[in-house]
């Protein structure tokens, strides 16, 4: 009967430990994004990643996850143009 009750005590830690590290992550993930314009100071010390521009031919926003110089980690959003524009 104690053993039962020490296993189920070590599962209910075990998934509070796993629920707290998700919601970190979706924290992560909800990250502040900050608009670019011309005015805007730019501080980007390590580029994370960058979006994958998608092929269509129009103006789209793009996010680019950086560290500024203080170690802050940020994303910042941007319009580029999209890949899929011939010339033909």
């Known amino acids: 009967m104690k053993a039962a009750l020490v296993v189920m005590a070590l599962c209910g830690f075990s998934a509070m430990a796993m629920a707290e ?3 970190a992550k979706v924290a992560a993930q909800q990250q502040r994004i900050e608009h670019y314009s011309y005015s805007t100071k730019l501080d980007i010390a390590k580029v994370i990643s960058v979006d994958e521009t998608p092929n269509v031919c129009r103006v789209v926003p793009q996010h680019m996850t950086y560290e500024d110089s203080k170690g802050q980690r940020h994303v910042m959003e941007y319009l580029v143009m999209g ?3 011939s010339n033909g």
């Open 83 to 85: 890949n899929g524009c």
């Open 21 to 23: 590290e998700s919601g």
